[in-house]
């Protein structure tokens, strides 16, 4: 039997790499950077991801890539309230939240937002 240990990367297809870029970088602080032929990714901590141009994927890739058909959840060290604010500075509606949930690793508080093609981003803090 094999263990995995952690998630090094994913992929997102979206519409615009530039776009999308500018987003991750400006509202959640992720590092733009230029990898292999040309290809974009952002990343964070010990994890990173990698950007395809809708219609322009990289193989191999997903059945049926799609923009706008991610669910991701990120842990944030910064008080929700201050994620909260940072937010509003960058007019980027809170879907939902503050809310309860449940991560990996057990009890969470966590905001819902959306990215430029429409996946759903949540923010959130280990209780």
Same mark, same amino acid.
């Given at each position: 039997?094999?263990?995995?240990?952690?998630?090094?990367?994913?992929?997102?297809?979206?519409?615009?790499?530039?776009?999308?870029?500018?987003?991750?970088?400006?509202?959640?602080?992720?590092e733009k950077i230029d990898f292999?032929?040309?290809?974009?990714?952002?990343?964070?901590?010990?994890?990173?991801?990698?950007?395809?141009? %809708? =219609?322009?994927?990289?193989?191999?890739?997903?059945?049926?890539?799609?923009?706008?058909? $991610?669910? @991701?959840?990120? /842990? !944030?060290?910064?008080?929700?309230?201050?994620?909260?604010?940072?937010?509003?500075?960058?007019?980027?509606?809170?879907?939902?939240?503050?809310?309860?949930? %449940? =991560?990996?690793?057990?009890?969470?508080?966590?905001?819902?937002?959306?990215?430029?093609? $429409?996946? @759903?981003?949540? /923010? !959130?803090?280990?209780?």
């Amino acid at each position: 039997m094999i263990s995995i240990e952690r998630v090094d990367h994913l992929v997102l297809t979206v519409r615009d790499i530039e776009v999308t870029l500018d987003f991750y970088q400006r509202v959640l602080g992720m590092e733009k950077i230029d990898f292999g032929e040309g290809r974009k990714a952002l990343k964070f901590g010990q994890s990173k991801i990698n950007l395809h141009q %809708t =219609g322009h994927e990289f193989e191999p890739k997903a059945t049926h890539p799609t923009p706008g058909s $991610g669910d @991701l959840c990120f /842990i !944030s060290p910064a008080p929700l309230t201050e994620v909260i604010a940072h937010l509003k500075e960058q007019d980027v509606p809170v879907e939902l939240g503050p809310v309860g949930r %449940t =991560g990996a690793l057990g009890p969470i508080e966590s905001v819902y937002i959306r990215d430029p093609d $429409g996946n @759903l981003i949540e /923010i !959130s803090n280990y209780r």
